[in-house]
């Protein structure tokens, strides 16, 4: 299988701060990929750089092929973010919310049909059709994937995707990944939940002040480790 | 779909809610009522009032005469037709009294009544001077309340200058007499505009009637100025507070679409909320400066033609521009709806100075600094257009035309390289140069 995402020797300078040292990693295609870490770790910055939002102080990031840097245009029509507390525009219903995203990719037959498959997703019967402002944070979040997924990108990015949902709401949205995932899409993520990573992803980085401490399958770095599971492990490499 | 399109079409449905919309009807309500009531005080305070008038000298051939010169003012004042100015002066009877000839003068519905003394006549004829009282109901406490009251200032020595000149008709040289009475004229005034010479105007006349055409001019384009940089700012911190910007920054359209579509959406909103001010203005304005005026500047060449208006259109365009560019450089850097409101105060500050400026002073009349100041904030040159293009201040309007597109495109490039930057996710906070403003800030502090 080709590499979806590369990244080679990625450093981000903010003024005096190194938010991210030097990292590199890739994705294979239909891959889940778990990036993990403490706050401040580099995580967001790093998945930010990829989603062309941040430009790379010096390395390179490629997306299917494309150049963040060089091919920015080309990069944001096969990727998509769902960034950590992500909203929508309060004043527009959940369809209206859809069909506006689903503009950017799409036109006419194609278009009608990546909005029905938006509504689908999120799943929020007649509620689709109330402002957005009305909904809850499980409710919100059902359609915020629905729109990142909805014009079947190349690669999801998600950041803190299942953060602050209640058991059920959490559970929906990791299937709705790991379907995702099933049809050949690659995933990005990151989390703090060590049993989200651990159940989903094929394969987990972890971040560390700026730099890549661990990389491998959950299996093998809890074997690496001697440890019963992903959260003592992570918990050993970041006091090390 | 057309991105651009979408994104104004999205913009828009945040920007025109039903909550905006209800918003700006009321204020325009408000407006509207408060021209209507102002107007009808200024009717009623320029109409020709209704007064009661006492002879307390029935039969007396001067106190006729006074109530014929009475008639006379109506007349000559009010363009009341000949004839008809007996409607509006209320014959009473005298009940001797102070107290009740108020009481009457109530129970009729007058405020305001004369009362000419007995025995005016007997001392006419003694060349005695002698007295038209005046009597006053007091209720009113409005802006124009008292207006009613001004009536006498004016028909009293109407009527002294009328008796005046009956009085000379019977001396030897009737002729010599009412020279004596009046010997300047002073209604002759000869004014100078353009390069030509215009009789029977005076600058008062023409000022007035001028600001009462364009006095709402400047105000509309402060009011328009604000609402867009209000709309634009927070439109741009409730992307960043809503956490919606990052999404949109990843979709895959180019950043100058994505701006333009802001800039789009707020110069229509805008332009639909400064329409609808316009409106509340023009009836409001209307209240206060119906009655002004009675002249038109068009007879004195001062008056606008069809290229006029273009050019006027082109500076608003421009200057709505201008400001939807410098907001969105402001909103760039607002992180939150607090911020957001912190933003809008230069915008207002930049409106607001040449609204003041302009609507008390000419620009030519101005020391040369403050010139160059005003000249360099983008929002005077549409304020002072009218003025300029009436008096032939061409250099001024072109080279303003000039500043505002060189203005606009500049906010505008700027604004692009920010959306393509960091510091819109990252803000300043993270830069050397930031850095180093805050450690001088942190030095000057005291510890």
Known sequence: ?240 | MNHLLNLTKKELRELLTPSSVISILVMVFIFMMIGTMVGSEMDNATAPPVIGLVNGDEGGEWSDFAIESMYIFYEETYRVPHGEAVGYIVMLEDPGDRLLIAEKMIEEGLDTAFRIVPGFTDSINNKERTLIEEYYIFTSTGLLGAATSTVSSTIIPFVSGCISLELVKDVTDPAAAVFMLYPVEGNSSHTYINGEIYDGVTPIDISTSIMSQTMFVPIVIMIIIIMIGSIVISSMSSEKENKTLETLLTMPVKRTTIVSGKLLASAIAGLIFGMAYMVGMVFYMGGFTGSMGGINPQDYGLGLGITDWIIIAVMIFLAIFSALGLCMILGAFTKNSKAAQTMTLPISVLAMIPMFVTMFSSFNSLPGVIQAIMFAIPFTHPMMVMNNLMFGETTLVFAGIAYLLVFALITIFITVRLYKSDILLTGLGQTKAAKSAKGLLQKRKPQ
Do not use: W
């Open chain 1, 1 to 240: 299988m080709m590499d979806t995402l590369v990244v080679k020797d990625v450093r981000k300078v903010y003024g005096e701060i190194e938010a991210v040292k030097g990292i590199g990693f890739s994705v294979k295609e239909g891959e889940v990929f778990g990036l993990i870490g403490p706050n401040g770790s580099g995580k967001t910055t790093t998945l930010r750089m990829i989603s062309t939002l941040l430009k790379l102080t010096s390395g390179s990031i490629t997306v299917c092929g494309y150049d963040v840097a060089e091919k920015a245009d080309d990069v944001r029509k096969v990727i998509s973010y769902l960034p950590e507390d992500a909203g929508a525009y309060k004043g527009l219903t959940g369809r209206a919310y859809l069909k506006f995203m689903a503009g950017f990719f799409a036109a006419g037959e194609e278009y009608d049909k990546m909005v029905e498959k938006g509504i689908e997703i999120a799943d929020l019967g007649d509620r689709i059709d109330s402002k957005i402002d009305t909904y809850s944070k499980g409710m919100m979040r059902r359609l915020l994937i629905a729109r990142a997924i909805m014009p079947s990108p190349k690669i999801a990015i998600m950041d803190e995707v299942t953060s602050g949902l209640d058991v059920v709401n959490a559970y929906e949205i990791r299937e709705a990944i790991r379907g995702i995932a099933q049809k050949g899409v690659t995933v990005l993520l990151s989390s703090h939940n060590m049993f989200e990573v651990d159940i989903l992803c094929d394969r987990i980085a972890m971040i560390n002040e700026g730099r890549i401490v661990l990389t491998g399958t959950p299996a093998e770095l809890k074997e690496q480790y001697g440890a019963p599971n992903l959260e003592e492990v992570f918990v050993r490499a970041v006091k090390g």
